[in-house]
């Protein structure tokens, strides 16, 4: 098992993003973090994001 780690942070918040890769699979997380009480424009986009990927595997 292979992992890296890269952390992007910015006045308004932060991406995470974590590549694993086992064998011949490799999966990416990416996290979108905000800096404000309610959700602004990376915590929409992370949830977007998140329900785009949700549909692909259904």
């Known amino acids: 098992m292979v992992g ?5 942070s910015k006045p308004n918040g932060a991406f995470i993003v974590q590549c694993i890769a086992v064998g011949d699979t490799t999966v990416s997380v990416v996290q979108g973090i905000d ?4 959700k602004g424009t990376l915590g929409a986009f992370a949830d977007q994001a998140f329900a785009a990927v949700k549909a692909a595997a259904q």
Not at 4 to 8: A, E, G, L, M, P
């Open 35 to 38: 800096y404000h009480q309610q």
């Open 4 to 8: 890296s780690n890269r952390i992007v």
